[in-house]
């Protein structure tokens, strides 16, 4: 039988496994440990070449921070400013006039040139005369007719006359000569009325220009018979002198009327859409008798003589209405105007101690915008040199390497020029109204409001300005 009792432990092979374990344990003790000098010896790279970027960005900025700061500089100017109101206006013929015949008929050939310049009272058109010269040539014969017939009751009448006073006729036999005679003349005078109404017929077969201007393209051609009072032939429009249609809101209408009435007439400049070359010098002549409450503005119309023909209808144009001119204003290019949290201000360059050019940070206080110039009341004096390229990486003592700014009169830098402005409203009145080309109806052309060109001291700057403000 097998024995109840379990075995005792062999002694010889618990001494042969307890040193493998150790080993084991051993060894993977050992891997832990390079693991770590592993970990260690990376951890230690990445600190060290985090010391080494950092102290070469360190020597690298301190060497920009030596470096100039290249800018270009303009000079504060004080030169005459106008200050003016500005609209979006359409330009229209001074007179325009759409020729109609006057009589029906046959059209003859054009005696004109489309586009050709028309004087007052030249022949442009004819009609076919021939039926209107007949019916002329019949009047006439009968006016002959009945002149004869008056002049045989005339000589019937002298003679019952001479016979009714020797008592050889009666009084009725007179009487009836006489009546006869007085038919004849009424029927002269309706035969006169019929020659010159055919004779008025016939000189309206031949078209004259009603007005001088520029003739447009002929609406109907040669051949074709026309129908008078209906049909349009070809229009004709007056260039020299030429309006121009605008708008402005209501609220700036009693002082535009006060200083009409005042002045008699206002200065008007027409610019192109661009809003930067100007076309051509007028001036204002009247303004409408209502405001149009649909868009509360109110339509006034310059007149310009447009001797070089730069204006041309239904153009659209920028108008500058003058309302003043400022004798010696302080100018500069509103690209020079920042702001930030302490208002408007412009960077200007002076010499520090070290006989080197220092940028400066200039609190200013702006009167108007007008463009890509802007007029200041305080702050510089004319002649100072004012930054208005490279402000971005300015700071007060910042050292700068100069550069004279080049005029650019492109739209694209004139409306760069006006946002990084700070955006004057108007001392005439902020922007009202909805502005349309020419007051007719909306215009997707017209944009909105009309505001005026000038304002005390503006509105905050561009993001970019503010955050260069907040940085000082």
Same mark, same amino acid.
């Given at each position: 039988?097998?024995?109840?009792?379990?075995?005792?432990p062999?002694?010889?092979?618990?001494?042969?496994?307890e040193?493998?374990?150790?080993?084991?344990?051993?060894?993977?003790?050992?891997?832990y440990?390079v693991?770590?000098?592993?970990?260690?010896?990376?951890?230690?790279?990445?600190?060290?070449?985090?010391?080494?970027?950092?102290?070469?960005?360190?020597s690298?900025?301190?060497?920009?921070?030596?470096?100039?700061?290249?800018?270009q500089?303009?000079?504060?100017?004080?030169?005459?400013m106008?200050?003016?109101?500005?609209?979006?206006?359409?330009?229209?013929?001074?007179?325009?006039?759409?020729?109609?015949?006057?009589?029906?008929?046959?059209?003859?050939?054009?005696?004109?040139?489309?586009?050709?310049?028309?004087?007052?009272?030249?022949?442009?058109?004819?009609?076919?005369? &021939?039926?209107?010269?007949? *019916?002329?040539?019949?009047? =006439?014969? #009968? !006016?002959?007719? $009945?002149? /004869?017939?008056?002049k045989?009751?005339?000589?019937?009448?002298?003679?019952? &006359?001479a016979?009714?006073? *020797?008592?050889?006729?009666? =009084?009725? #036999? !007179?009487?009836? $000569?006489? /009546?006869?005679m007085?038919?004849?003349?009424g029927?002269?005078?309706?035969? &006169?009325a019929?020659?010159?109404t055919?004779?008025?017929q016939?000189?309206w077969?031949s078209?004259?220009?009603?007005?001088t201007?520029?003739?447009?393209?002929?609406?109907?051609?040669?051949?074709?018979?026309?129908?008078?009072?209906?049909?349009?032939?070809?229009?004709?429009?007056?260039?020299?002198?030429i309006?121009?249609?605008?708008?402005?809101?209501?609220?700036?209408l009693?002082?535009?009327?006060?200083?009409?009435?005042a002045?008699?007439?206002?200065?008007?400049?027409?610019?192109?859409?661009?809003d930067?070359?100007?076309?051509?010098?007028?001036?204002?002549?009247?303004?409408?008798?209502?405001?149009?409450?649909?868009?509360?503005?109110?339509?006034?119309?310059?007149?310009?003589?447009?001797?070089?023909?730069?204006?041309?209808?239904?153009?659209?144009?920028n108008?500058?209405?003058?309302?003043?001119?400022?004798?010696?204003?302080?100018?500069?290019?509103?690209?020079?105007?920042?702001?930030?949290?302490?208002?408007?201000?412009?960077w200007?360059?002076?010499?520090?101690e070290?006989?080197?050019?220092?940028?400066?940070?200039?609190?200013?206080?702006?009167?108007?915008?007008?463009?890509?110039?802007?007029?200041?009341?305080?702050?510089?004096?004319?002649?100072?040199?004012?930054?208005?390229?490279?402000?971005?990486r300015?700071?007060?003592?910042?050292?700068?390497?100069?550069?004279?700014?080049?005029?650019?009169?492109s739209?694209?830098?004139?409306?760069?020029a006006?946002?990084?402005?700070?955006?004057?409203?108007?001392?005439?009145?902020a922007?009202?109204?909805?502005?349309?080309?020419?007051?007719?109806?909306?215009?997707?052309?017209?944009?909105?409001a009309?505001?005026?060109?000038?304002g005390?001291?503006?509105?905050?700057?561009g993001?970019?300005?503010?955050?260069?403000g907040?940085?000082?």
């Amino acid at each position: 039988m097998p024995s109840e009792h379990p075995s005792a432990p062999n002694p010889a092979i618990i001494d042969i496994q307890e040193p493998a374990h150790k080993k084991k344990t051993w060894v993977r003790l050992l891997i832990y440990f390079v693991l770590a000098c592993l970990v260690a010896v990376v951890v230690w790279r990445i600190h060290q070449n985090q010391v080494q970027t950092a102290a070469t960005s360190a020597s690298q900025a301190a060497a920009l921070a030596n470096r100039p700061v290249p800018v270009q500089v303009a000079a504060v100017e004080q030169e005459p400013m106008p200050i003016y109101l500005t609209a979006l206006g359409t330009v229209i013929p001074y007179m325009s006039v759409t020729v109609k015949a006057r009589v029906s008929g046959e059209l003859l050939p054009v005696k004109f040139t489309e586009g050709q310049l028309v004087h007052a009272g030249e022949t442009i058109l004819e009609i076919d005369p &021939k039926p209107y010269q007949a *019916a002329l040539d019949q009047a =006439k014969g #009968t !006016l002959a007719h $009945d002149e /004869a017939l008056l002049k045989n009751a005339q000589a019937e009448y002298a003679r019952y &006359k001479a016979l009714y006073e *020797a008592g050889v006729v009666s =009084k009725e #036999t !007179l009487d009836a $000569d006489q /009546a006869s005679m007085g038919q004849y003349e009424g029927a002269i005078e309706s035969d &006169k009325a019929a020659v010159e109404t055919a004779a008025l017929q016939l000189s309206w077969c031949s078209i004259h220009a009603p007005i001088t201007g520029k003739i447009g393209l002929r609406l109907v051609d040669p051949g074709n018979i026309i129908t008078a009072n209906t049909t349009n032939l070809v229009v004709i429009n007056q260039f020299q002198p030429i309006a121009v249609d605008f708008t402005l809101p209501e609220n700036e209408l009693p002082q535009v009327l006060q200083k009409l009435a005042a002045d008699k007439q206002l200065a008007v400049d027409a610019y192109d859409q661009g809003d930067t070359q100007k076309l051509t010098s007028g001036k204002l002549l009247t303004a409408d008798n209502q405001i149009d409450t649909t868009t509360g503005t109110g339509r006034l119309k310059a007149v310009f003589s447009n001797e070089k023909n730069l204006l041309f209808p239904n153009q659209f144009v920028n108008v500058h209405l003058q309302m003043e001119n400022r004798p010696a204003a302080l100018v500069v290019p509103s690209a020079a105007v920042q702001s930030g949290t302490q208002g408007s201000y412009v960077w200007t360059t002076s010499t520090n101690e070290n006989g080197k050019l220092a940028a400066k940070m200039q609190l200013v206080k702006v009167a108007l915008t007008q463009g890509q110039k802007t007029i200041l009341d305080s702050g510089v004096t004319a002649g100072m040199k004012v930054v208005t390229d490279g402000t971005d990486r300015l700071k007060s003592g910042a050292l700068v390497s100069v550069t004279e700014a080049r005029q650019n009169t492109s739209p694209s830098a004139g409306q760069s020029a006006a946002a990084a402005a700070n955006g004057a409203t108007g001392i005439f009145g902020a922007s009202g109204g909805t502005q349309q080309s020419g007051g007719a109806g909306a215009n997707p052309r017209s944009g909105a409001a009309t505001g005026a060109g000038m304002g005390h001291g503006g509105k905050q700057g561009g993001s970019g300005g503010q955050n260069r403000g907040d940085k000082q």
